[in-house]
């Protein structure tokens, strides 16, 4: 019996949850019905195509994949772009989901996949994607005592961690200048938010400001009372995610300001324990360094693009660029 491939609805959400659950079996608590909703049918000004797909045979869900989408402009030319998400399938339907997942590429500019599973990254680049970038998590502690409390290895280097995150949540000293500040960005910013995150506007924004287990906020970076950049901030559970970083002029002393400016906002208005951020450009992970971020981790980025060329879409690859901003939610685990 041939596969049907066709979008979801808001009437698939109990067989999606059930052939989900059914499949990620190690880890069924991803699935969650709000997050099913927000994350494929809630509307999104920004992209009002679907943005679930499952391929079915004699009615029955055999593949599915998500997608999370951007569109990137340069000059007057603009991509559509796709990275993807809650990719399963079936063990008994060899093929589905890599067929349903090849199916997508023909629908955007774009395809790409940031970290992901040993087999998956391997299979990726036989299908035409290359790795284009490195994706480097950074993370500091903000509130080493809370975290000793909460974190999820309870063994006997507790005390040893403590003693680490608590000096390296004081070295070095954050230290931002007098005329810098962050602002809580309020609605009918959206022209000074184009300006400044072009493939992100305010209506993105207000999407993740929904997210039911990572909601986000958004800050205006203020130089001397002029708006020179924004950064978005996302909390799940005791970590506080650095969901982008816009600037003005991205050198590596704005960066470590912002960096240092979302550290002040996790203490002053979150529960967080600790923060941590994405950066796949040089000058982003010497400011991170700077802001006294730690390197823990590295990831490919790996990408397809429909024409065939090498050609590098103008995306900084952040947290609010793939599932990572909210994947696991509240049962998020420190990286320090």
Not at 153 to 163: I, Q
Not at 279 to 303: D, Y
Not at 310 to 315: A, H, Y
Request: hydrophobic share 45%; aromatic share 10%; charged share 20%.
């Amino acid at each position: 019996m041939a596969f049907d491939c066709r979008h979801t609805t808001a009437a698939d959400e109990e067989r999606l949850t059930e052939f989900l659950t059914r499949v990620f079996a190690a880890n069924a608590g991803l699935v969650s019905p709000s997050m099913l909703k927000w994350k494929y049918w809630t509307p999104r000004e920004d992209c009002p195509e679907p943005r679930s797909f499952v391929m079915e045979r004699d009615g029955r869900i055999v593949a599915h994949v998500g997608v999370w989408p951007v569109t990137v402009r340069s000059g007057t030319k603009s991509e559509r772009g796709v990275h993807a998400m809650d990719w399963a399938a079936d063990s008994h339907a060899l093929g589905a989901g890599w067929s349903l997942f090849m199916s997508l590429t023909k629908n955007y500019d774009f395809v790409y996949g940031i970290g992901g599973e040993e087999i998956t990254r391997t299979i990726l680049p036989k299908l035409g994607f290359h790795t284009v970038a490195e994706a480097l998590s950074w993370a500091r502690p903000i509130r080493p005592w809370r975290q000793m409390r909460k974190h999820q290895s309870r063994d006997l280097r507790l005390p040893l961690r403590l003693a680490r995150n608590i000096w390296w949540s004081w070295v070095p000293p954050s230290v931002v200048p007098a005329a810098w500040t962050a602002v809580e960005a309020i609605a009918g910013n959206a022209e000074r938010i184009a300006a400044l995150a072009g493939e992100r506007g305010e209506s993105f924004f207000r999407y993740l400001q929904q997210c039911p287990v990572a909601p986000c906020l958004t800050f205006n970076l203020m130089n001397e009372g002029r708006i020179v950049g924004l950064f978005a901030l996302a909390v799940a559970g005791e970590q506080a995610r650095v969901a982008g970083v816009w600037l003005e002029s991205p050198s590596p002393e704005g960066w470590r300001i912002a960096f240092l400016l979302a550290q002040e906002i996790a203490l002053k208005r979150t529960d967080a324990s600790e923060i941590i951020a994405r950066c796949t450009t040089e000058a982003s992970a010497i400011g991170a360094a700077q802001a006294g971020m730690r390197l823990r981790g590295c990831m490919p980025v790996l990408l397809f693009r429909k024409d065939g060329s090498d050609l590098l879409p103008s995306l900084q690859f952040h947290l609010c660029d793939s599932d990572a901003l909210f994947i696991k939610g509240q049962q998020a685990s420190f990286l320090t």
